[in-house]
């Protein structure tokens, strides 16, 4: 008997700008671009605009879909970032890649005002690794400007979430606490087509549930009935597997989540390796169709 992957089910997504993403006829790689000096996966942090605007242009050239601008680190134990620092290191970049970029930019923030200012900017979707958790009125202001949000799961901060990562079913309550977010993103104004969910591997997650959430990815879609994003890149639940390889060194265990996450059906994956992480979804995803 052949075997046989998850079906992806089809979305459109409007993003703001009048863009559309049609998601579910292939997986859609989105490029990480941080902007900060604390990244905890680039060998040489990206501090200046102009750089970071010509790794995003090499990003589209290598086959990113989407751009995932960031200026605040998220790596467990990091601090948050003052509001008027996190804009000096985005917006020069999101204004400078608007006017180039033919693919779609989003803006990595959970705060409001970073996320008004950079959709002002020409950002089209806004990416919360919070899910509406830390500002709640960030819903409000994705509403207003017709983007399209991501909610990823999490609990507590970067600094606690480690100690958050306690559950007796972590599927179950991953899905029951994203769906909250969900119902509180149509409440502040986001129209439910608009919302893409990420179930935030190595987020307040030990790399046990991590892998969990790995092999249930098809449960997961099934259950909040939204696109999938799946953010594996260069993350430490991988480093025991990977005999403690720092983090630019974790592409090849990268590359097996990656071909994981879209044989179980993914419609986005986040990655850092663009290029190389590229052939690996085009690769998988040609094995789902021959299935």
């Given at each position: 008997?052949?075997?046989r992957?998850?079906?992806?089910?089809?979305?459109?997504?409007?993003?703001?700008?009048?863009?559309?993403?049609?998601?579910?006829?292939?997986?859609?790689?989105?490029?990480?671009?941080?902007?900060?000096?604390?990244?905890?996966a680039d060998?040489?942090?990206?501090?200046?605009?102009?750089?970071?605007v010509?790794?995003?242009?090499?990003?589209?050239a290598e086959?990113?879909?989407?751009l995932d601008?960031g200026?605040?680190?998220?790596?467990?134990?990091?601090r948050?970032?003052?509001?008027?620092?996190?804009?000096?290191?985005?917006?020069p970049v999101?204004r400078q890649?608007?006017?180039?970029?033919?693919i779609?930019?989003?803006?990595?923030?959970?705060?409001?005002?970073?996320a008004?200012?950079?959709?002002?900017e020409?950002a089209?979707?806004?990416?919360d690794?919070?899910?509406?958790?830390?500002?709640?009125?960030?819903g409000?202001?994705?509403?207003?400007h017709?983007?399209a949000?991501?909610?990823?799961?999490?609990?507590?901060?970067p600094?606690?979430?480690?100690g958050?990562?306690?559950?007796?079913?972590?599927i179950?309550?991953?899905?029951?606490?994203?769906?909250?977010?969900?119902?509180?993103?149509?409440r502040?104004?986001v129209?439910?087509?608009?919302?893409?969910?990420d179930?935030?591997?190595?987020f307040?997650?030990?790399?046990?549930?991590?892998?969990?959430?790995l092999?249930?990815?098809?449960d997961?879609?099934?259950?909040l009935?939204?696109?999938?994003?799946?953010?594996?890149s260069?993350?430490?639940?991988?480093r025991?597997?990977?005999a403690?390889?720092?983090?630019a060194?974790?592409?090849?265990?990268?590359?097996?989540?990656?071909?994981?996450?879209?044989?179980?059906?993914?419609?986005?994956?986040?990655?850092?390796?663009?290029?190389?992480?590229?052939?690996?979804v085009?690769v998988?995803?040609?094995?789902?169709?021959?299935?």
């Amino acid at each position: 008997m052949k075997p046989r992957f998850p079906s992806r089910e089809h979305f459109t997504v409007p993003l703001a700008h009048g863009a559309v993403l049609s998601l579910g006829e292939r997986p859609l790689v989105m490029g990480i671009l941080n902007v900060t000096p604390d990244s905890f996966a680039d060998a040489r942090p990206l501090t200046d605009a102009a750089a970071a605007v010509e790794i995003g242009l090499r990003m589209e050239a290598e086959g990113a879909d989407l751009l995932d601008v960031g200026g605040e680190s998220t790596r467990p134990g990091a601090r948050s970032l003052p509001e008027a620092e996190e804009l000096a290191r985005v917006l020069p970049v999101v204004r400078q890649l608007a006017s180039r970029l033919r693919i779609p930019i989003s803006i990595d923030t959970y705060k409001a005002a970073v996320a008004r200012a950079a959709l002002a900017e020409g950002a089209s979707l806004v990416n919360d690794v919070s899910a509406l958790r830390r500002e709640p009125r960030l819903g409000e202001v994705v509403g207003v400007h017709g983007a399209a949000l991501i909610l990823m799961h999490s609990r507590g901060t970067p600094e606690t979430m480690a100690g958050e990562a306690v559950y007796t079913d972590v599927i179950a309550e991953m899905i029951a606490e994203l769906g909250a977010s969900v119902d509180a993103a149509v409440r502040a104004g986001v129209t439910a087509s608009r919302i893409i969910v990420d179930p935030g591997v190595g987020f307040a997650k030990r790399p046990s549930h991590s892998y969990g959430v790995l092999a249930r990815l098809p449960d997961i879609a099934a259950a909040l009935r939204r696109p999938l994003l799946v953010g594996v890149s260069r993350k430490s639940f991988m480093r025991e597997a990977l005999a403690d390889r720092a983090a630019a060194d974790r592409d090849w265990g990268t590359a097996a989540a990656v071909a994981a996450s879209v044989l179980a059906g993914a419609h986005i994956v986040r990655v850092h390796a663009v290029g190389d992480m590229a052939q690996v979804v085009r690769v998988a995803e040609e094995i789902r169709r021959h299935a």
